[in-house]
């Protein structure tokens, strides 16, 4: 069956440097990618999607890869801020094609320290 | 943007007793509707879809009779679960998908806390 890892429960980081994420998946080959952000005892807010052929997505400090030979995806947010602390799920769409039918991984739980 | 909005955000209950959970689509139609859990540091795990106008569709290992979902409107997807026991206690979240967006879009959640 499908597995995906976020390998870092946990990050800290200082303000001002690039967080880096890291997603992996196996036994899927996903159309799309998607990262959101959860903040404690909230619904997901989404983020950026990176589809199959595409290598790279920015959005303002955000970008996101996506490399389907290494089936991984790096998320990563530059100048990072305290605002920035919060959990980040990768997603991918459920078989099908159907990319609202989700499944997620556990999650890295991202601090920024001032 | 789209806006989903789920009520309540909070609840508590007694083992034994059923809650209901709602999940509106604001300013758009949705046909279709997701139900996930989310226990603590795990990932969201779907449990159902829901169609408006017919039964909705449960993930392997969701009990249907104990998880009922009703899509009635284009707007309303409800959760309610019976017979709720401690074990039942979690984060549950809806989402709903806009036609024209990529992305879906989710409600605020509910924690369901069973005493």
């Known amino acids: 069956s499908q597995k995906i890892e976020q390998n870092s429960e946990a990050l800290n980081i200082q303000e001002g440097k690039t967080a880096t994420l890291t997603c992996n998946y196996t036994n899927y080959s996903p159309a799309y990618l998607q990262w959101y952000r959860q903040d404690p005892g909230r619904g997901p807010v989404f983020l950026l999607l990176?589809?199959?052929?595409?290598k790279e997505k920015r959005k303002e400090r955000l970008k996101v890869t996506f490399d389907t030979t290494l089936k991984q995806s790096l998320f990563h947010i530059t100048a990072s801020q305290p605002a920035d602390s919060a959990t980040y799920l990768c997603?991918?769409?459920?078989?099908?094609?159907?990319?609202?039918?989700?499944?997620f991984g556990k999650g890295t739980l991202l601090t920024v320290n001032p | 943007g789209a806006v989903v909005s789920q009520h309540p955000s909070w609840v508590i209950c007694k083992s034994g007793t059923s809650v209901k959970i709602e999940c509106r689509s604001l300013?758009?139609?949705?046909?279709?509707m997701f139900w996930y859990r989310q226990f603590p540091k795990q990932s969201l795990m779907l449990m159902a879809t829901s169609n408006e106008g017919s039964k909705a569709t449960y993930e392997q290992g969701v009990e249907k009779d104990k998880f009922l979902i009703n899509h009635a409107s284009l707007t309303l997807s409800t959760l309610t679960v019976t017979s709720a026991h401690p074990e039942d206690s979690s984060f549950y979240i809806c989402?709903?998908?806009?036609?024209?967006?990529?992305?879906?879009?989710f409600g605020q959640g509910t924690r369901l806390t069973v005493v």
């Open positions: 997603a991918l769409d459920g078989s099908g094609g159907s990319n609202y039918k989700l499944t």
């Open positions: 989402s709903a998908p806009r036609g024209g967006f990529t992305e879906a879009f």
């Open positions: 300013d758009f139609q949705a046909t279709t």
């Open positions: 990176i589809r199959e052929n595409e």
